[in-house]
């Protein structure tokens, strides 16, 4: 079985910062794509982010230029740096995996359990 555990969420006021981890645990051997999301109250779940296996990124327009995502695939971890954070940013950020090769076969589409972040005005 894998897991992946979301953390690093809080409060922050507008124009804070806050970084996201996202862990993957379990016999990994690798992980494909793997993705943030967020759902604020009342709303779809929407794409956020994502980064390939070798590191290539793609982001929403709405948080292009204020969130990185990053990966350690050493660590099977994956990172959401979030600056000059507003609070239309409000929400529950989910890490998703595409595809995890793990020791007893492939896992797919993986979801951690969410981590909430909040941005005061």
């Known amino acids: 079985q894998v897991q992946l555990v979301e953390s690093g969420g809080g409060l922050v006021q507008a124009g804070g910062s806050l970084r996201l981890s996202c862990a993957a645990s379990?016999?990994?051997?690798?992980?494909?794509?793997m993705r943030w999301y967020r759902q604020a109250p009342g709303k779809q779940r929407e794409l956020v982010a994502a980064?390939?296996?070798?590191?290539?990124?793609n982001y929403a327009d709405s948080v292009k230029g204020r969130f990185t995502m990053s990966r350690d695939n050493a660590k099977n971890t994956v990172y959401l740096q979030m600056s000059s954070l507003k609070p239309e940013d409000t929400a529950v950020y989910y890490c998703?995996?595409?595809?995890?090769?793990?020791?007893?076969?492939?896992?797919?589409?993986?979801w951690g359990q969410g981590t909430q972040v909040t941005v005061s005005s």
């Open positions: 379990g016999s990994i051997y690798s992980i494909n794509t």
């Open positions: 980064i390939t296996s070798v590191g290539s990124t």
């Open positions: 998703n995996a595409d595809r995890i090769y793990t020791a007893w076969g492939s896992v797919f589409d993986s």
